[in-house]
Protein backbone atom coordinates (compact mmCIF):
# COMPACT_ATOMS: atom_id res chain seq x y z
CA UNK A 1 0.00 0.00 0.00
CA UNK A 2 1.39 3.61 -1.01
CA UNK A 3 2.04 5.60 1.75
CA UNK A 4 0.10 8.44 2.50
CA UNK A 5 1.45 11.56 0.85
CA UNK A 6 2.07 14.98 3.38
CA UNK A 7 1.98 17.96 1.78
CA UNK A 8 4.41 19.11 4.86
CA UNK A 9 6.94 17.39 3.79
CA UNK A 10 7.40 18.20 0.22
CA UNK A 11 9.57 21.08 -0.67
CA UNK A 12 8.54 24.60 -0.42
CA UNK A 13 8.53 27.03 -3.28
CA UNK A 14 10.58 29.22 -0.31
CA UNK A 15 13.18 25.93 0.56
CA UNK A 16 13.49 25.62 -3.48
CA UNK A 17 14.26 28.91 -4.11
CA UNK A 18 17.12 28.94 -1.64
CA UNK A 19 18.68 25.92 -3.86
CA UNK A 20 20.28 28.65 -6.23
CA UNK A 21 22.50 32.10 -5.12
CA UNK A 22 20.38 34.78 -5.83
CA UNK A 23 23.28 37.17 -6.60
CA UNK A 24 24.52 34.70 -9.77
CA UNK A 25 21.70 33.74 -12.15
CA UNK A 26 21.97 29.97 -13.14
CA UNK A 27 24.49 29.60 -9.83
CA UNK A 28 23.94 26.29 -8.43
CA UNK A 29 23.40 25.81 -4.69
CA UNK A 30 27.21 24.07 -3.43
CA UNK A 31 28.80 23.78 0.07
CA UNK A 32 31.16 26.54 -0.46
CA UNK A 33 34.60 25.04 0.87
CA UNK A 34 38.23 26.91 1.35
CA UNK A 35 39.67 25.39 -2.36
CA UNK A 36 37.87 27.39 -4.48
CA UNK A 37 38.40 30.78 -2.58
CA UNK A 38 41.90 30.60 -2.28
CA UNK A 39 42.48 29.09 -5.99
CA UNK A 40 40.76 31.89 -7.36
CA UNK A 41 43.13 34.68 -5.13
CA UNK A 42 46.37 32.71 -5.83
CA UNK A 43 45.01 32.78 -9.98
CA UNK A 44 44.59 36.36 -8.88
CA UNK A 45 47.79 37.09 -7.47
CA UNK A 46 49.02 34.77 -10.23
CA UNK A 47 47.51 36.97 -13.26
CA UNK A 48 48.00 40.16 -11.92
CA UNK A 49 52.04 39.65 -11.89
CA UNK A 50 52.11 38.23 -15.46
CA UNK A 51 49.82 41.18 -16.57
CA UNK A 52 51.01 44.06 -14.27
CA UNK A 53 48.26 45.41 -13.35
CA UNK A 54 46.94 46.09 -10.02
CA UNK A 55 46.25 42.75 -7.79
CA UNK A 56 42.88 44.23 -6.13
CA UNK A 57 41.54 44.68 -9.69
CA UNK A 58 42.42 41.33 -11.33
CA UNK A 59 41.29 40.00 -7.71
CA UNK A 60 37.69 41.30 -8.18
CA UNK A 61 37.49 39.99 -11.90
CA UNK A 62 38.76 36.42 -10.87
CA UNK A 63 36.47 35.85 -7.76
CA UNK A 64 33.13 37.74 -9.14
CA UNK A 65 31.59 34.00 -9.01
CA UNK A 66 32.35 33.56 -5.22
CA UNK A 67 31.60 37.20 -3.78
CA UNK A 68 28.16 36.89 -3.60
CA UNK A 69 27.29 33.26 -2.22
CA UNK A 70 30.48 33.83 -0.19
CA UNK A 71 29.26 36.76 2.12
CA UNK A 72 25.92 35.55 2.13
CA UNK A 73 26.23 32.48 3.26
CA UNK A 74 29.68 32.03 4.44
CA UNK A 75 31.32 35.65 5.13
CA UNK A 76 34.30 34.22 7.55
CA UNK A 77 35.60 32.82 4.22
CA UNK A 78 36.63 35.80 2.95
CA UNK A 79 39.08 36.12 5.58
CA UNK A 80 41.43 33.75 3.52
CA UNK A 81 41.12 35.25 0.34
CA UNK A 82 41.93 38.78 1.55
CA UNK A 83 44.70 37.75 3.51
CA UNK A 84 46.09 36.10 0.07
CA UNK A 85 45.82 39.17 -1.31
CA UNK A 86 47.71 41.03 1.05
CA UNK A 87 50.04 38.65 0.95
CA UNK A 88 50.56 39.06 -2.65
CA UNK A 89 50.41 43.14 -2.27
CA UNK A 90 53.23 42.94 -0.19
CA UNK A 91 55.70 40.46 -1.79
CA UNK A 92 55.13 42.92 -5.01
CA UNK A 93 56.36 45.89 -3.11
CA UNK A 94 59.51 43.94 -0.96
CA UNK A 95 61.79 44.43 -3.98
CA UNK A 96 61.12 47.98 -4.55
CA UNK A 97 62.73 49.38 -1.66
CA UNK A 98 65.80 49.27 0.00
CA UNK A 99 64.36 50.45 3.33
CA UNK A 100 61.34 50.39 5.26
CA UNK A 101 60.95 54.80 5.47
CA UNK A 102 58.19 54.13 8.19
CA UNK A 103 61.08 55.63 9.84
CA UNK A 104 61.82 52.69 11.79
CA UNK A 105 65.01 54.50 12.68
CA UNK A 106 67.42 51.57 11.80
CA UNK A 107 70.19 52.34 9.81
CA UNK A 108 73.32 50.59 9.19
CA UNK A 109 75.60 52.60 6.79
CA UNK A 110 78.98 50.47 7.38
CA UNK A 111 76.36 47.53 5.98
CA UNK A 112 75.34 49.72 3.18
CA UNK A 113 78.33 50.31 1.93
CA UNK A 114 79.59 46.87 2.18
CA UNK A 115 76.47 46.31 0.15
CA UNK A 116 77.16 48.27 -2.47
CA UNK A 117 80.73 46.81 -3.18
CA UNK A 118 79.02 43.94 -3.87
CA UNK A 119 76.57 45.12 -6.44
CA UNK A 120 79.25 46.81 -7.72
CA UNK A 121 81.64 43.74 -7.64
CA UNK A 122 78.44 40.81 -9.21
CA UNK A 123 78.07 44.03 -11.72
CA UNK A 124 81.97 43.38 -12.71
CA UNK A 125 81.41 39.34 -12.69
CA UNK A 126 78.44 39.72 -14.86
CA UNK A 127 80.20 41.99 -17.35
CA UNK A 128 83.28 39.87 -18.17
CA UNK A 129 80.98 36.68 -18.43
CA UNK A 130 78.84 38.62 -21.18
CA UNK A 131 82.22 39.51 -22.60
CA UNK A 132 83.67 36.24 -22.61
CA UNK A 133 80.62 34.22 -23.71
CA UNK A 134 80.22 36.51 -26.72
CA UNK A 135 82.75 34.57 -28.44
CA UNK A 136 81.20 31.29 -27.99
CA UNK A 137 80.74 29.10 -30.47
CA UNK A 138 77.75 26.79 -29.31
CA UNK A 139 74.57 29.31 -29.76
CA UNK A 140 72.29 27.67 -27.52
CA UNK A 141 74.21 27.80 -24.30
CA UNK A 142 75.65 31.18 -25.00
CA UNK A 143 71.92 32.17 -25.24
CA UNK A 144 71.23 31.40 -22.09
CA UNK A 145 73.74 32.33 -20.28
CA UNK A 146 74.17 35.67 -21.90
CA UNK A 147 70.28 36.26 -20.85
CA UNK A 148 71.31 35.11 -17.30
CA UNK A 149 74.38 37.67 -16.54
CA UNK A 150 72.63 40.46 -18.26
CA UNK A 151 69.48 39.67 -16.22
CA UNK A 152 72.14 39.48 -13.25
CA UNK A 153 73.54 42.78 -13.86
CA UNK A 154 70.29 44.76 -14.26
CA UNK A 155 69.41 43.69 -11.14
CA UNK A 156 72.41 44.38 -9.11
CA UNK A 157 72.45 47.58 -10.81
CA UNK A 158 68.89 48.91 -10.01
CA UNK A 159 70.10 47.39 -5.94
CA UNK A 160 72.19 49.67 -6.07
CA UNK A 161 70.80 52.26 -7.52
CA UNK A 162 68.02 52.01 -4.47
CA UNK A 163 70.35 52.24 -2.14
CA UNK A 164 71.63 55.43 -3.58
CA UNK A 165 67.89 56.70 -3.66
CA UNK A 166 66.08 55.22 -1.08
CA UNK A 167 68.65 55.13 1.78
CA UNK A 168 70.92 57.49 1.31
CA UNK A 169 69.37 60.34 -0.76
CA UNK A 170 66.00 60.46 0.93
CA UNK A 171 66.50 59.78 4.73
CA UNK A 172 70.31 59.70 5.33
CA UNK A 173 71.61 63.24 3.74
CA UNK A 174 70.04 65.90 5.34
CA UNK A 175 69.72 69.23 3.77
CA UNK A 176 71.86 71.87 5.54
CA UNK A 177 70.64 75.23 7.24
CA UNK A 178 71.26 77.96 5.21
CA UNK A 179 73.58 80.00 7.49
CA UNK A 180 76.00 76.85 7.85
CA UNK A 181 78.54 77.42 4.70
CA UNK A 182 80.46 74.33 5.66
CA UNK A 183 77.54 72.29 6.21
CA UNK A 184 75.72 73.32 2.73
CA UNK A 185 79.07 72.23 0.74
CA UNK A 186 79.27 68.73 2.67
CA UNK A 187 75.54 68.73 1.33
CA UNK A 188 76.23 69.59 -2.23
CA UNK A 189 79.63 67.39 -2.36
CA UNK A 190 77.82 64.41 -1.27
CA UNK A 191 74.64 64.84 -3.45
CA UNK A 192 77.41 65.33 -6.12
CA UNK A 193 78.64 61.74 -5.29
CA UNK A 194 75.42 59.96 -4.97
CA UNK A 195 74.00 61.15 -8.21
CA UNK A 196 77.56 60.22 -10.13
CA UNK A 197 77.11 56.71 -8.55
CA UNK A 198 73.13 56.91 -9.76
CA UNK A 199 74.33 57.64 -13.17
CA UNK A 200 77.28 55.15 -13.37
CA UNK A 201 74.74 52.55 -11.99
CA UNK A 202 72.65 53.52 -14.82
CA UNK A 203 75.45 53.42 -17.54
CA UNK A 204 76.33 49.66 -15.98
CA UNK A 205 72.82 48.36 -17.59
CA UNK A 206 73.79 49.26 -20.59
CA UNK A 207 76.98 48.38 -21.83
CA UNK A 208 79.53 46.22 -20.45
CA UNK A 209 82.40 48.56 -19.83
CA UNK A 210 84.54 47.18 -16.63
CA UNK A 211 85.81 50.87 -16.17
CA UNK A 212 82.15 51.57 -14.70
CA UNK A 213 82.95 49.57 -11.74
CA UNK A 214 86.48 51.16 -11.30
CA UNK A 215 85.10 54.49 -11.08
CA UNK A 216 82.08 53.40 -9.09
CA UNK A 217 84.37 51.62 -6.58
CA UNK A 218 86.45 55.33 -5.98
CA UNK A 219 83.21 56.94 -6.16
CA UNK A 220 81.55 54.57 -3.15
CA UNK A 221 85.00 54.64 -1.25
CA UNK A 222 84.95 58.43 -1.50
CA UNK A 223 81.71 59.04 -0.36
CA UNK A 224 82.21 56.56 2.17
CA UNK A 225 85.59 58.68 3.73
CA UNK A 226 83.50 61.97 3.63
CA UNK A 227 80.14 60.63 4.97
CA UNK A 228 81.45 58.57 7.86
CA UNK A 229 84.20 61.34 8.51
CA UNK A 230 87.26 58.75 8.32
Request: hydrophobic share 40%; with cysteine; net charge positive.
Amino acid sequence: MTPPHHPASSPTPAIEANTRNPHVPGFPKQRLGILPIVAAAARAAILARKNRICPGFQFARTTHRYLPLAMTRRPFLLMPLFAALLLNLSSGMRDASAHCQIPCGIYDDPARFTAMLEHVATIEKSMAQIIELASSDDSAARANQLVRWTLNKEQHADELAAIITHYFMAQRIKPAPEDDSAAAETYARHLTQLHQMLVLAMKSKQSTELTHCDTLRELISSFQTSYLGN
